[in-house]
């Protein structure tokens, strides 16, 4: 059987889905292939979407026009706003969802999608082919070798694209471990991927092995929560999608428990059978969120450990319990679990496991995730070294739109320009650009942390960076695009009222000082009090009846309209400050450098400088700044050699 298309994405997980449907949103005729139907976007791990960072990163997938925050709201079944206690800057949306409805809802969402066809096969060969002369792809400066025209599946068919991305996940020649047992697999109980890695490192792309893991799943039944504390959601406003409706699923408690020494003897005891440590496992697992096992290695001082008890669906009795992800053998991890109070007559689905699988260097792709080396391939996901739905929904909604841009490059005479987010613009733009410049040497998590612009990255402006770029690229929708124009106008009428509404001190000042804020000595400008850390506009509406009624005429989503207006009249000074910053940077950005250099005979850089330059092939000089082992020194001598 032969199949013709404009773009395959070979893997239905979460970066998969959401490339999927941005490429054929986009206009192209696009073919999803997954080995089960019924496991599309399936959590592998934790049932949760969001979280520090993460959360943002999936709201920017809903202001390009993504679906990882529809589907999030519509199967939540409990919401958080993280870092509430800090500022704006590092507010985090996390919620914890049913696993069974978000399968089905993306499902949904697939189905839905035109220009999408869903194929379950298994991808077995990359078929590619070589070009000698002509320029292969508009997306990648300098000419590539060889261009992707399709896969062969391991049923014989042969599917034929202008562009393939690649998103298989940990299903590349996975090896789950459990004790000293090892088995051949992508997921528990799902069959591994073997040769297809092969196909595409013999045309010179290099791969190597990541290990991740995941926790026990307990029965619910089995729990005795009177000696669990108990941790309820938000019923606020708050949700993940800057459009569609608010949370419908019953909303559940997460509970609170803690390991203790008892557990720890019992982990520690059996340490010689961990597969981390005795030697079965080879690869590197991610730091920042480590087995069990391990943060008692590198944490011996500790007496315990967190542990959060988290459900998996509305209607399951299996709970997920975040924090104890372990690779031990199953007894001792049972044993181990019944020294916790709340669990002394525990029932488990199945233990933790770890599994180990292949991924591709980052760094031989371009800020479009294309590859360097075979024209109009592309990669995201896990496949790219990193790990969590989120970053992988992520780099699979830039994937889409720039495998859709290449699809229609090969057929067009005018090139299409590729879709690139500067680090200043959004976090999958850190993302990308961390990825593709520095490369990885252990699994991927984006933290708020690696943005050095957080301050113009928040979650709750991600459509006011995004959406208009998405809309005139042809991802985000004319309806997305005209409930963000009714939002900007909406916020854009109350930021003029507040820096327009004159206060005048005998009005307001005994209501201030109720408040706990210093009355005021002459008149000022509404915006004057909204700057004042003590107020807020909950507390200003109380104090200023003209104020509440203005609020009260807001659109839809009026809570989240003031929010945002709120934010950007108390940050104004912050946000301009770090706007400034970000623009000397883009002067940088501007500097192209590709194909200028020629770094081996480059005498007036240093050795290792030299060495990563020609290996990463930078854009632009700020690309070149961003690489370990090249100085300001360096970046200082180019500019000097760019000049003369």
């Keep these: 059987m032969v199949l013709k298309y404009d773009v395959i994405v070979i893997g239905a997980g979460h970066a ?93 969402v697939l189905d839905e999608t035109a220009n999408l066809d869903i194929f379950q096969d298994q ?72 040769h297809f890695t092969e196909s595409i490192t013999r045309h010179g792309i290099m791969s190597a092995r990541m290990k991740t893991g995941t926790p026990v799943r307990i029965d619910k039944r089995s729990v005795h929560f009177e000696d669990m504390e108990r941790q309820d959601g938000e019923t606020g406003y708050y949700q993940f999608s800057y459009m569609g409706s608010n949370r419908q699923l019953q909303q559940l408690p997460c509970w609170v428990c803690y390991t203790n020494e008892e557990v720890h003897k019992t982990l520690l005891g059996g340490l010689s059978d961990s597969p981390l440590y005795n030697g079965q496992i080879k690869s590197i697992g991610p730091r920042y969120c480590p087995s069990i096992e391990t943060k008692l290695v590198t944490f011996p001082d500790r007496t315990q450990h967190l542990l959060f008890l988290e459900p998996e669906g509305e209607h399951t009795n299996e709970m997920y319990l975040n924090g104890f992800s372990s690779s031990l053998p199953m007894d001792v991890q049972i044993e181990a679990l019944k020294k916790i109070p709340a669990l002394r007559d525990v029932k488990v689905y199945r233990p933790g496991y770890a599994i180990e699988y292949d991924f591709f260097d980052p760094t031989q792709l371009t800020h479009s995730l294309e590859s360097k080396i075979i024209a109009g391939l592309f990669m995201a996901g896990q496949v790219n070294g990193t790990t969590g739905y989120e970053e992988a929904g992520g780099q699979g909604t830039l994937a889409g739109i720039n495998a859709a841009i290449a699809a229609g490059n090969a057929g067009s005479g005018e090139p299409l320009t590729p879709f690139h987010l500067k680090r200043d613009e959004a ?218």
């Design 427 to 644: 976090y999958i733009g850190v993302l990308v650009d961390d990825l593709v410049t520095k490369g990885v040497d252990e699994p991927y998590r984006m933290f708020t942390s690696r943005a050095e612009y957080r301050i113009l990255l928040r979650q709750d402006d991600a459509d006011a960076r995004l959406t208009e770029r998405s809309y005139k690229t042809g991802l985000a929708t004319t309806e997305r695009h005209e409930w963000w124009q009714q939002k900007k106008s909406a916020i854009e009428e109350i930021e003029r009222f507040c820096h327009e509404y004159a206060i005048k001190p005998k009005v307001v000042n005994s209501a201030l000082e109720a408040a706990g804020s210093t009355p005021l000595v002459y008149g000022c400008k509404l915006e004057d009090l909204v700057a004042r850390p003590e107020l807020n506009f909950e507390k200003l509406k109380e104090i200023i009846p003209d104020f509440a009624e203005k609020i009260s005429q807001l659109p839809n989503r009026q809570q989240e309209i003031a929010e945002a207006a709120e934010i950007h009249i108390k940050y104004k000074g912050y946000i301009e400050r770090e706007r400034q910053v970000a623009e000397k940077m883009h002067r940088l950005e501007n500097i192209k450098i590709k194909g200028k250099f020629s770094y081996p005979t480059l005498t007036a850089i240093s050795t290792e400088a030299r060495q990563k330059l020609e290996k990463i092939q930078p854009e632009t000089l700020a690309q070149a700044s961003r690489i370990p082992g090249v100085s300001p020194s360096d970046i200082n001598a180019m500019l000097v050699l760019l000049g003369r």
């Design 16 to 108: 998969g889905c959401e490339a999927a449907c941005a490429a054929a949103n986009m206009g192209a005729r696009t073919c999803l292939i997954t080995m089960d139907m019924n496991k599309i976007a399936q959590m592998s791990c934790n049932p949760a979407v969001g979280g520090i960072a993460k959360g943002q990163i999936v709201r920017e997938i809903d202001a390009l026009g993504g679906q990882m925050g529809l589907v999030t709201d519509a199967t939540a079944i409990q919401f958080r706003m993280l870092n509430r206690s800090k500022g704006p800057a590092v507010w985090s949306p996390r919620a914890q969802c049913d696993r069974g409805k978000f399968i089905w809802q993306w499902r949904t």
């Design 123 to 194: 991808a077995d060969e990359l078929l590619v082919e070589d070009i000698p002369h002509a320029p292969s792809s508009t997306l990648t400066p300098a000419t590539p070798p060889k261009r992707v025209t399709g896969v062969r599946t391991i049923w014989g068919a042969e599917i034929y694209a202008k562009a393939v991305i690649i998103t298989c996940g940990t299903f590349l020649n996975g090896l789950l471990h459990i004790g000293r047992k090892m088995i051949a697999g992508g997921r528990i109980a799902e069959p591994a991927v073997a």
